[in-house]
């Protein structure tokens, strides 16, 4: 399954589509401290319990450690998900 990244100037997501249908995403906002705040994240049901929640958020720390930028979260999941995992700690900010 494909996770691809869509940015834009203010905003951005990493989606899994199927045709033309969102199955996952992670949306986030940019902010001019260089971070971003991940803001939303939602997996259908069809994809629930194989990890692609997960999945979403590894390629945003992953997109953060290459541009070098710091993450917030405003999203529940994803606020939980990098505050339990130490491997995360050099980009997320509490």
């Given amino acids: 399954m494909e996770i691809r990244h869509i940015e834009g100037h203010k905003r951005g997501a990493f989606?899994?589509?199927?045709?033309?249908?969102?199955?996952?995403?992670?949306?986030?906002?940019?902010s001019e401290d260089n971070s971003i705040n991940i803001d939303h994240t939602e997996v259908d049901e069809s994809l629930r319990g194989q990890g692609i929640g997960e999945k979403l958020v590894k390629e945003a720390v992953e997109f953060a450690r290459e541009k070098?930028?710091?993450i917030t979260a405003t999203c529940p999941y994803a606020s939980k998900l990098l505050?339990?995992?130490p491997e995360f700690s050099d980009v997320y900010q509490t």
């Fill in 68 to 70: 070098g930028l710091k």
């Fill in 15 to 30: 989606v899994i589509k199927r045709e033309q249908e969102r199955l996952a995403e992670l949306t986030y906002s940019k």
């Fill in 83 to 85: 505050s339990r995992k």
